[in-house]
């Protein structure tokens, strides 16, 4: 089992990405920090509480994130890609009751609570991530096991410029902050996430057959993600889910194949928010606690084969 504290901005692949985490057997969710994103910061926690509630886990602490990044910029969103509220078509319903927020202070009353034993993974902007470092110094996070990231682009071009992924074009200096600080940092980027497709036919199997509390959704939330991908990638055969194969890279670990690198990230100009690491056969040497986990080949039908039997629903609630 592993304890998780889970980065998000509920989107409609984030989003899929705690229903998973909170479908998985072997995840223990025990927090959400989620802010703006793909979506605005109050959006988010709409989306988040409405998936807890759905899930049947409303104890589990959401920790209001940022609004916008670092930089001081105004952020951007992707109605388009995400819809109108992040889940593609739904709505959250307006009759949620009250529903209780922390502030990101407990992060590090979360982090304490579980010492040596609490994986972090992040699969949206880094802000709230490289708060507590900023906050609280290069140790607020020292007794975490390791960090799963969604983020970056190594050897293929970006998604949202020619070579910036999105989660780090958002806000470089947060992704740069939390290379740089964070220990054991394995890094799930495009040139795996970007095969991480999920056929439309796997969808249409779970919408007649899940069991989980999360059935009526997973359809018409991945139809819509796809749409737009088709708009964007001509002749995709699928929408890749690029948070959920982090999660499913952490619980099956022979899932995804790791290059230890240093990784920066660009900060400004033309190429902000580029993901930096030397793939020269001969590397310019780095301290060992410098080094992060690039991702650079993933099993995708292992993936694939995951993620359709944990939203089959087998479990839907933590004992």
Do not use: C
């Not at 980065?7 to 927090?31: C, E, I, K, R, W």
């Not at 593609?88 to 529903?99: A, H, L, T």
């Not at 039997?309 to 933590?318: A, I, R, Y």
Request: a negative charge.
């Amino acid at each position: 089992m592993y304890n998780i504290l889970l980065f998000t901005d509920s989107g409609v692949d984030d989003s899929l990405a705690l229903m998973y985490a909170l479908l998985h057997p072997q995840l223990n969710v025990v927090g959400v920090v989620t802010g703006y994103g793909n979506i605005t910061k109050k959006q988010a926690i709409n989306n988040t509480a409405y998936l807890l509630q759905l899930g049947g886990r409303e104890e589990i602490p959401i920790i209001a994130g940022a609004s916008g990044p670092l930089s001081g910029e105004l952020a951007t969103f992707y109605p388009e890609i995400h819809g109108p509220e992040g889940l593609g078509p739904i709505r959250p319903p307006e009759d949620m009751g009250e529903v209780k927020v922390f502030d990101i202070d407990k992060i590090l009353d979360i982090v304490n609570e579980y010492p040596d034993n609490l994986v972090i993974v992040g699969v949206g902007r880094q802000t709230e991530l490289a708060i507590p470092f900023i906050l609280y110094g290069e140790d607020a996070f020292k007794t975490v096991n390791a960090f799963y990231i969604m983020g970056g682009a190594f050897l293929v071009p970006g998604n949202v410029t020619a070579e910036a992924e999105a989660n780090f074009y958002a806000d470089p200096i947060a992704a740069n902050q939390v290379l740089e600080k964070a220990r054991n940092v394995f890094l799930h980027p495009l040139n795996i996430t970007n095969q991480a497709i999920i056929p439309p036919a796997v969808i249409d199997y779970l919408a007649e057959n899940s069991h989980s509390p999360f059935k009526d959704l997973i359809k018409p939330v991945y139809d819509y993600y796809f749409e737009a991908y088709k708009e964007n990638v001509p002749g995709i055969q699928g929408a890749p889910l690029h948070d959920v194969i982090t999660l499913s890279a952490l619980v099956n670990r022979n899932l995804v194949k790791y290059l230890p690198r240093r990784v920066t990230v660009e900060l400004f100009g033309r190429a902000k928010g580029k993901s930096m690491a030397d793939f020269r056969p001969k590397p310019e040497p780095e301290p060992e606690e410098d080094l992060d986990w690039i991702g650079m080949e993933a099993d995708i039908p292992a993936f694939i084969e995951d993620f359709t039997f944990v939203f089959m629903g087998s479990k839907t609630t933590k004992e």
